[in-house]
């Protein structure tokens, strides 16, 4: 067959590196940072950081003390913040596992350079989730009795609520998703081991990596259980959001009730989870400076995915109101109103406008380019998704069935400084893993330099 | 070809010999060449996987997948099988109008433990078991050769596995093969407690525990009290609401009473009519406490028709119909106390009778109430001057 | 597989003699019903295809693009399923009940009449949908078949730049077929997950068929330089979007069941009893059982014969599948005679003829594309 047309400078792959890059320099480039001191700039960053955080725990204590009533939490809104919170950190847990599962078995090898990242950030946002189921039921000291264990009581958990459903999504998810991550890492704890100068730094990282020594015969069982992992953490992404979508779609709460829910939320999960990613990975090339790690093409693809995922969310949207429409039932109606007009009115507005508007810049190559305007959009997606859920959750609730219980629902300071707080817990997390681990997994990396394998000359 | 030598252990036998190469082509070719000549196990250490390395090692396929499979079906089963039982068979309930054995709900929980069992398999399965690690005592991770193999440098070694291991042949061989530094390895040390075998004992011995904790447990609540003598608390011989007994007639244990019967506090009326009831007195004192329990049970039973001034307005709607008595007309303030716990007891007009409702005391509270009332609303100046008191 | 056109033609002439017979002698129900479901599995089918194609381009694959003219030649089914779809609008008052007076006694029919449940607007969106259908088949794959004799690159990137307007057009197309022709059938009901579910299906029959045919050429010598590796990466899908497909149907199903509301759940009521249980069971088995577990094995994705008999599978599963959301609504238990089976001949014969047809379109591999190289070298 003929194959010989040539190919154009636009349709060509970039580069997977910007310049040459080997592995010792690689090793040398990004192995040297939990080494070395921080800059005055990450203590600044991590004051603010943890500061946000202490004041989001002291707020927790402070509600797990007096109890849930410090919240806005009233009838009929009985979810609010803490059910958005919780919806929404799970949601950006996602983009990490996509990108270091899905990708991978797509055997896109750019993913190598932002894997590692992505991960960290999945592990510290299901960190972030995982507190507010815990802090939201009133006696967070009893929620052991979520587990089915055998009991004085002889009581089972209720299989059959989406809230128990969830405990076992998120709980799988964070235990995969860790084992993923520290798989990874180990290599890398190893090269990290036969670097240092440091006696205490090489005990550690000595019984971290647990003797890894790269022999043949342990890759092959590595890359198998890597492949395997990737796979199953695939079905996680799809299953734990879908898992988290029930615990709305099951219910008969007008709005809630929608089939679309479960592809629905997974599509908004990695889209706001991509916008993080791409803000993190924007300040991290650029502090730490590995912009000829993670490459403009990385940024780029990444906003390619968060507008193909803000078209989905447009579909998604499009559908849920055609089909609030065509149900013909009178109290959907009337919370689609609702969704855009009404109290809350302006939060729907706000979720359109963020989450499907301003995404369509990204149609243009110079802004899918520029720092300004990808974080201008990843800001503005982060908003979008958080408000998406506050729609869903609150304007369902406050008006559904019985107008005698229609009421407008206030969230306190407590809310706002515990959701704040919850972002400190996040970007602290990121801030110190920035510094102690590396931040690229080398060995991945290492993997498909160009030159990393033998050539293929005349092999099947 | 530069040969560095660190030196063999104290006892004199090498373990093994490293050698290093420069690009992932090198360490494949000699590979291939090596590998049919037993000289001694041929094993590869190199800083990221190199494709092709496992054939030309002749390393078989990695069992993980069937492995991952298999645990992952189990994983699926047993979760399943213990919703089934848990919600189905030992404490069955209906919740949300969900029937107990409903297979719709347990699917969710079933992928999750499914993927939880397949991924720690995958995860731990390949640490523990495939590749034992942790091992910490390899002689590698003390050699020189160490940090350059972590870093970008391709090592072979041939390492002695039964049988006589010579090194200098091994050492020949290869620099033969293109090595760019050879290093003779002593042999590993034994494994101390943070092994993979500990570990895995260690965890089997957990899940064992917790295995022989849980069902303790469940034996002691749900198993244990069922045993005689214990059951002997649950399997009185008296007769329990519901259940059968061989000495009625009709076979069961709860039977009405029989007719002529009288409850405590509601003695049969006698006044066969009203006029004869005009002569009862009250047998209550007037005192705080009837009153207050006079006033409850008015406010509870009669201020609903009759108003909570016992002026006939009532609390419901219009819509109601008939029209209750004003307690304050005159007619009923000359009525003897006999005659209001008459309309009580018999009722009156439209009301019914409230006997069933309020017990005998109840109802000359109620009097005593509506006495009260009636003076209430009909005061004099006389009882202002005696600030109310009787 | 494919024998001689004689053979093909003469089996299209039983099969057509029975779908006459049921023209005149079955229930104009039986003949539409069927008539539906063939025109629903070509448009599907061929959407799939055509899915296929924009997917590649959309994402910039390179090891798809040796086997990408198989899905653009499948897709030229759309103008039999575009012919199909036309006679289809005289079924229009035989099979749904919104056409007919008592709908307007329906408080959950009612409302929507005027405005989206009518002909005269139902047709409309059809003409609509496959006009955009011409007009993608036009852009991408005329445009194809164009490129192998001018090798020109600008078409490529056209082909990129028309990716996500396909994406569009196929997101409306596969949801309206889903709604305005499966879901109307119960216009009470309603489920915003139907769209999606449709896809799931279109895109497994274009997955399987193109896979069917990929394996079909490569028997007989063609698309030389396509290996296991290419074949497996579409095992590989296939198994995907078998899981993709069946999370989205229990999805659908669980939360329908979960709240148990009677203007939703009689759907699912019609589809499980009086027989259709089993069909709905059998459905669950080749949709699902039995591909999983047959391509989980690694081996087996790339093998010439699974894949192929896997893709069988998968065809019958998607008019299986069609079966049990087009027949319920108008017959309450499983119908299967005559009627099926010649409809079965007949449109299966017309569409090996016509996809027979489309073989000659162009070359085996698009050889006008600057990516086939490196396609033809992908491995694993």
Known sequence: MRADAAVPEALRTPPLTDGAVTPASLDEQVLRFPETKPPRKWFLALAFTASLMTVGLALIGYTIYTGIGVWGNNRPVFWAFDIINFVFWVGIGHAGTLISAILFLFRKTWRNAIARFAEAMTIFAVMCAGLFPLIHVGRPWLAFWLFPYPNQRALWTNFRSPLLWDVFAVSTYFSVSLMFWYLGLIPDLASMRDRTQSPFRRKIYTVLSLGWRGAASHWSHYEKAYLLLAGLATGLVLSVHSVVSFDFAVSLVPGWHMTIFPPYFVAGAIFAGFAMVVIVLVVVRETMNLKNLITDFHLEVMNKVILGMSCLMAYSYLMEGFTAWYSMNPYLHHVFRQYVGGTYGWAGLLTICCNVLIPQILWFRRARRSYFWMIFVSVAVTVGMWFERFVIIVISLHQDYLPSSWHVYKPTLVDFGILFGSFGLFFTLVLVFARVLPVIATTEVKMVLPGAQPGRHGAP | ?????????????????????????????????????????????????????????????????????????????????????????????????????????????????????????????????????????????????????????????????????????????????????????????????????YLLKGFFAVGAACLVAGYATYWAVKLFPVLPPMVHMEDQPKLDPQEPSALFRDGRGMQSPPSGTVARGFLPYSPAAPEEAAGLANPLPRTEPVLDRGQKAYRTHCAVCHGVLGDGVPTLTASYGAKPANLQARAIRELSDGKIYDAIVRGKNAMPSYAPHLSVEDRWSVVHYVRVLQRAQNATDEDLERGGRP | MIRSPRWLLASAAVGAAGVGASWSFSPPERFWSNWLLWFLFFATLALGALFLVALEHLVGARWSVPLRRMPERLSSLLFLAAALGAAALLSLPVLYPWTRPEAHHDPFVVGKLHAWLNAPF????????????????????????????????????????????????????????????????????????????????????????????????????????????????????????????????????????????????????????????????????????????????REKKGEHGPLKRIAALYLLAHLLDLYWLIFPSNFKSPVFSWPEASFAIFFVSVGFLWVRRSMAMGRDAPEGDPFLKEGLEFRL
């Open chain 3, 122 to 297: 139902f047709s409309a969106r059809f003409v609509a949908c496959v006009a955009l259908w011409v007009l993608s088949y036009w852009v991408l794959v005329r445009g194809s078949l164009r490129q192998d004799a001018t090798a020109d690159p600008a078409l490529t990137v056209r082909f990129r730049r028309f990716a996500p307007a396909f994406m569009a057009i196929y997101a409306v197309s596969v949801t309206l077929l889903a709604f305005d022709w499966l879901s109307s059938l119960d216009p009470a009901w309603y489920s915003d997950i139907f769209g999606v579910y449709v896809f799931a299906g279109s895109f497994l029959s274009g997955l399987a068929a193109t896979a069917l045919g990929a394996v079909h050429l490569l028997e007989r010598g063609r698309l030389g330089g396509v290996r296991r590796d290419h074949l497996y990466n579409l095992g590989g899908f296939l198994f995907a979007f078998t899981v993709f497909w069946s999370y989205i149907g229990f999805a659908q199903y669980m939360l329908m069941w979960y709240a148990d509301l009677p203007e939703e759940v009689y759907w699912y009521a019609d589809r499980t009893g009086s027989g259709w249980q089993f069909v709905v069971l059998g459905l669950a088995v080749v949709h699902f059982v039995i591909p999983f577990f047959a391509l989980i094995p």
């Open chain 2, 1 to 197: 070809m530069v040969t560095a030598e660190t030196a063999a252990e104290p006892g004199g036998k090498a373990f093994a010999v490293l050698g290093l190469f420069e690009t992932a082509e090198d360490i494949l070719a000699a590979a291939q060449g090596l590998r049919d000549k037993g000289l001694g196990r041929l094993e590869a250490y190199t800083p990221y996987p190199v494709h092709g390395l496992d054939a030309a090692l002749g390393h078989r396929r990695s069992p993980l997948a069937g492995m991952v499979l298999v645990m992952g079906f189990i994983g699926a089963v047993s979760a399943f099988l213990f919703q089934m039982w848990a919600t189905g068979i030992d404490y069955p309930i209906v919740v949300g109008g969900k029937a107990p054995m409903a297979w719709q709900a347990f699917i969710p929980i079933l992928f999750e433990v499914m993927v939880l069992f397949a991924t720690f398999t995958a995860g731990l399965g390949m640490l523990l078991l495939m590749n034992r690690l942790p091992f910490y005592g390899h002689p590698i991770l003390s050699s020189a050769s160490i940090g350059k193999i972590t870093r970008d440098r391709f090592a072979l070694s041939l390492e002695a596995y039964g049988g006589a291991f010579d090194a200098r042949e091994a050492r020949a061989a290869l620099e033969e093969a293109g090595a760019t530094e050879v290093e003779v390895l002593p042999a590993p040390e034994p494994s101390g407690p943070w092994s993979a075998n």
